[in-house]
C-alpha cells in the first residue's frame, strides 16, 4: 500500500510546460516578421532620440508659470470625470459581480454593455463630445468620465468578486436584505481596492487628458500640442515634468490611504 | 398537534448534481433543548442545519418551526423567520475590516429598514445591547477594535454576540469549534451552553468531537450519508454507540433509538 505512484514521463519532463513556452516564442517571432519589426531601423536612426533628449535637457523654467493653469485645470477635469464615472460605475458593478447576483443574464448582459463602452476610443469620445458641448474643458469631463465608468466598473466588479462569501452568508442568515449585505459585508471589504483603482484611474485619466487636448477638450494637452508643433522642446520638458509631479503627488496619495484604511 | 419548536418531517434533500444530502430525517426539537449532531464529513450535517434557516431549500418533506411551515417563505416572511435564527459558523464569517461593534449591530439589521440600517442610525437601545452582548461572552473591551486584530476563539465569539442581537430563539452552529484550539473550543462552547441554560435559547450544534459533544450536549443526533442513525438523550447514550456513526462501511446495520 505504502508505494509511491508512478509519474508518466510528460509531467515529469513538463513537457506541457515547454509545449507551450514554444508555442508561445513561435507564435511571437511569426507575428514580428509579419509586423515587419526591424531591429536596424530603431538602432540606426537611434541618434534622434539623443538630439530631442538633448534639446529637452533645458527646460525653459520660466514656461512653469504658464502651464500652471493649465495643469490645474486638467487636474480638475481629471478630478470631476473621474469622479462622475466612479459614482455611476458603483451600482453598476454589484450588479455585474456574479457572487452578489446569481442571475447570468443580468450579469452578462451588464458587463456586454461595459465591454462597448471600453472599446470606444476615448479619442472618438472626446470629438463627439467637442462636437455636442464645443471646445472647452466640459468635452473633456464628459469623455473623461465615460472612460472612467467602463475602466472603474470592471475593476470594482473584479474587486467584488474577490471577497469573501462568508460575511454575506452570516447576514443572509440574519435576516438582512441584498442592500443590507451589500452595504454592510461587500463594502467594506472593497473599500480599500476601490479607493486606489479610483486614484489609479484618476493618474491615469491626468495623462490621457494630454492627449484629449489635441481635439479642444481643454487642459495642458493644447499646450502640450503648441510646443510640439513649433519644436519648442524646453517647453515640452517643462509640461512633461509637470505632468510627472501630479502623477507622483497621486501615487504617494494612493499609498498614503491605503496605509491608513488596511 | 406539536409542542416541539423544531419539527422535521421526513425531509429528504437531493442537490442538482444528483447527490443526496440528506435523505427521510424525521427529528423533533423541543424548545430549550441541547442538540448536538454528528457525524462524518459529508453526512449531511450541514445541510440539516441550513434546511432549518432555509439556507438551504428541501426537495421533499416539511420543516415547521413554531407549528409553522417554513418550506415556502420567501421575501419578507423568510426574512422574518432567519431573524429569529442565529446562526454561528465554522469560519466565523465576521466583517474583517469592520469593528467588532459594526459586526455585532450587524446582527439586528433585520430589525431595520433599509434605509435605517445603511445610513447606520441605529437606536440607542441597540447599542447599549451590543455592549451587553458583548459582556455576555466577555470581550467588551474589544468594542471599538477591528475584527481582524482579535484571535479566532474572539471573532467567534463575536460571532455569538452578533447571533445574540437577533433576540433569537434558535441558535444554529455549524462547527463552530473547528478552527479552534482546545483552551477557547471550552470557552466558546460554555458560551453557547450559558445561552441555552440561561436565555432558554434552543441550541443544534454541529460537531466532529464526540467527548464535547457528550460533554455539553441534552441529546445527540447521529448522521451518516444523510441518514438519521442515532438519536438518544444524554442520560442513555453508551460510550461505544458512536462506532455506528463513525462506521465506514454503509452496509452496517442503521438502529434508532
Known amino acids: 500500500m505504502n508505494q509511491l505512484p508512478t509519474q508518466s514521463w510528460t509531467a515529469k519532463w513538463h513537457l506541457k510546460t515547454i509545449i507551450i513556452v514554444l508555442i508561445l516564442c513561435g507564435l511571437l517571432i511569426k507575428s514580428a516578421q509579419i509586423c515587419e519589426i526591424n531591429g536596424s531601423a530603431l538602432s540606426q536612426n537611434f541618434s534622434q532620440f539623443f538630439d530631442l533628449l538633448k534639446k529637452m535637457s533645458h527646460p525653459q523654467w520660466s514656461y512653469g508659470e504658464i502651464v500652471l493653469q493649465p495643469i490645474i485645470e486638467t487636474i480638475k477635469m481629471a478630478i470631476i470625470g473621474t469622479t462622475l464615472g466612479a459614482i455611476c460605475a458603483l451600482p453598476l458593478c454589484i450588479f455585474a459581480a456574479r457572487n452578489i447576483i446569481t442571475n447570468r443574464f443580468i450579469t452578462s448582459s451588464i458587463r456586454f454593455i461595459l465591454n462597448i463602452i471600453r472599446t470606444i476610443p476615448d479619442l472618438m469620445l472626446a470629438a463627439v463630445f467637442v462636437a455636442i458641448v464645443g471646445i472647452g474643458p466640459l468635452a473633456g469631463i464628459f469623455t473623461l468620465a465615460v472612460f472612467s465608468f467602463g475602466m472603474i466598473a470592471k475593476l470594482f466588479y473584479e474587486a467584488i468578486e474577490t471577497i469573501d462569501n462568508g460575511p454575506l452568508e452570516a447576514l443572509e442568515a440574519a435576516g438582512a436584505n441584498k442592500v443590507q449585505i451589500i452595504v454592510f459585508a461587500v463594502l467594506p471589504q472593497v473599500m480599500n481596492n476601490f479607493i486606489s483603482y479610483f486614484l489609479y484611474t484618476l493618474e491615469i485619466n491626468v495623462r490621457a487628458s494630454t492627449v484629449l487636448g489635441y481635439l479642444g477638450a481643454g487642459g495642458i494637452g493644447v499646450y502640450l500640442q503648441r510646443s510640439l508643433d513649433s519644436y519648442n522642446y524646453q517647453q515640452t520638458a517643462i509640461i512633461i515634468l509637470a505632468i510627472l509631479v501630479v502623477v507622483l503627488i497621486i501615487d504617494g496619495l494612493s499609498n498614503y490611504l491605503r496605509e491608513k484604511l488596511l | ?257
Open chain 2, 1 to 257: 398537534m406539536t409542542t416541539s419548536i423544531i419539527s422535521i418531517q421526513d425531509v429528504s434533500k437531493i442537490y442538482a448534481n444528483g447527490t443526496i444530502g440528506l435523505s427521510h430525517i424525521n427529528l423533533d426539537i423541543a424548545a430549550g433543548e441541547f442538540v448536538v449532531i454528528v457525524g462524518l464529513s459529508g453526512a449531511g450535517k450541514s445541510t440539516l442545519l441550513r434546511t432549518i434557516n432555509r439556507m438551504h431549500s428541501i426537495s421533499s418533506g416539511d420543516i415547521l418551526i413554531n407549528g409553522q411551515s417554513i418550506r415556502h417563505y420567501q421575501g419578507q416572511k423568510l426574512r422574518v423567520l432567519r431573524r429569529n435564527i442565529g446562526m454561528i459558523f465554522q469560519n466565523f464569517n465576521l466583517v474583517e475590516h469592520s469593528t467588532v461593534q459594526r459586526n455585532v449591530l450587524s446582527g439586528r439589521i433585520g430589525y431595520y429598514s433599509t434605509w435605517r440600517s445603511i445610513l447606520n442610525f441605529f437606536s440607542k437601545a441597540d447599542k447599549q445591547k451590543a455592549v451587553q452582548a458583548l459582556q455576555r461572552v466577555n470581550l467588551a473591551e474589544k468594542l471599538y477594535t477591528r475584527a481582524d486584530q482579535l484571535s479566532g476563539g474572539q471573532q467567534q465569539r463575536v460571532a455569538i454576540a452578533r447571533a445574540l442581537m437577533q433576540n433569537p430563539q434558535i441558535i444554529l452552529a455549524d462547527e463552530p469549534i473547528a478552527s479552534l484550539d482546545p483552551l477557547t473550543t471550552t470557552a466558546v462552547m460554555n458560551d453557547l451552553k450559558r445561552l441555552n441554560q440561561e436565555l432558554g435559547i434552543t441550541v443544534l450544534v454541529n460537531l466532529h468531537s464526540v467527548p464535547i459533544a457528550q460533554k455539553f450536549a441534552d441529546r445527540i443526533v447521529g448522521l451518516r450519508a444523510g441518514k438519521l442513525v442515532y438519536d438518544k438523550p444524554i442520560e442513555q447514550v453508551q460510550a461505544d454507540d458512536f462506532q455506528q456513526i463513525y462506521e465506514s462501511t454503509p452496509a452496517s446495520s442503521e438502529v434508532r433509538a
